[in-house]
Nanobody
Framework: QVQLVESGGGLVQPGGSLRLSCAAS????????MGWYRQAPGKEREWGAV???????NYADSVKGRFTVSRDYVQRTMYLQMNSLKPEDTSDYYC?????????????WGQGTQVTVSA
């Protein structure tokens, strides 16, 4: 049993920055992959970023160069640093973790945190 709890969402102006947190109820060392999806109302889910246990990162083209995903093993928390935010980044953001696979269906999900980019 693993719980993922997200925080850090809110309202930010275009060009601003925001850091999302995904805190786990146990050690995150063993997760093969942890990452982030986002889904805006009425739209399909969009994968955004992932960091593997080996430290490799990958990003969707829509966020590459602006977002950075990382893990803090001591704090048992994954972060998504979002810079140069755009109105089109407005969405609900969900963190996930996979026990063994680096792709495919996620094993655990957070409850989501809302990000609104608007003046």
């Amino acid at each position: 049993q693993v719980q993922l709890v997200e925080s850090g969402g809110g309202l930010v102006q275009p060009g601003g920055s925001l850091r999302l947190s995904c805190a786990a109820s146990r050690s995150i060392v063993s997760f093969a992959a942890m990452g982030w999806y986002r889904q805006a109302p009425g739209k399909e889910r969009e994968w955004g970023a992932v960091v593997t246990r080996g430290g490799n990162t990958n990003y969707a083209d829509s966020v590459k160069g602006r977002f950075t995903v990382s893990r803090d093993y001591v704090q048992r928390t994954m972060y998504l640093q979002m810079n140069s935010l755009k109105p089109e980044d407005t969405s609900d953001y969900y963190c996930y973790a996979n026990n063994r696979d680096v792709s495919g269906p996620s094993d655990y999900w957070g409850q989501g945190t809302q990000v609104t980019v608007s003046a």
